[in-house]
């Protein structure tokens, strides 16, 4: 069973902070890359900061110096710390790989729920 858990999302004021968690169970979590996507209102999901095992990291343009990707390879989990918050930051954000999961059973890709995260101006 694949399962991703996403959580600490909520609602901040612009210029707050949220730190987002994620934890993948079965054969989800990659030795290779992982990330954090977000989907706002009406827009393609988009991914916003990944990691590789040995900790290399990448960042969209728009969260780079405020966004902290990172993770723990034997919680299997991934972290994204979120500072400065802007209310353009607003969506749901969602783990997975980078890129994202496929198999046989989930040709289209396996997401879990996501968690809100809201900023208010």
């Known amino acids: 069973q694949v399962q991703l858990v996403e959580s600490g999302g909520g609602l901040v004021q612009a210029g707050g902070s949220l730190r987002l968690s994620c934890t993948a169970s079965g054969s989800i979590f990659s030795i290779n890359a992982m990330g954090w996507y977000r989907q706002a209102s009406g827009k393609q999901r988009e991914l916003v900061a990944s990691?590789?095992?040995?900790?290399?990291?990448n960042y969209a343009d728009s969260v780079k110096g405020r966004f902290t990707i990172s993770r723990d390879n034997a919680k299997k989990s991934v972290y994204l710390q979120m500072n400065s918050l802007k209310p353009e930051d607003t969506a749901v954000y969602y783990c997975?790989?980078?890129?994202?999961?496929?198999?046989?059973?989930?040709?289209?890709?396996?997401w879990g729920q996501g968690t809100q995260v809201t900023v208010s101006a």
């Open positions: 997975n790989r980078d890129p994202p999961y496929t198999s046989s059973k989930y040709r289209e890709g396996y």
């Open positions: 990691i590789t095992s040995g900790g290399n990291t």
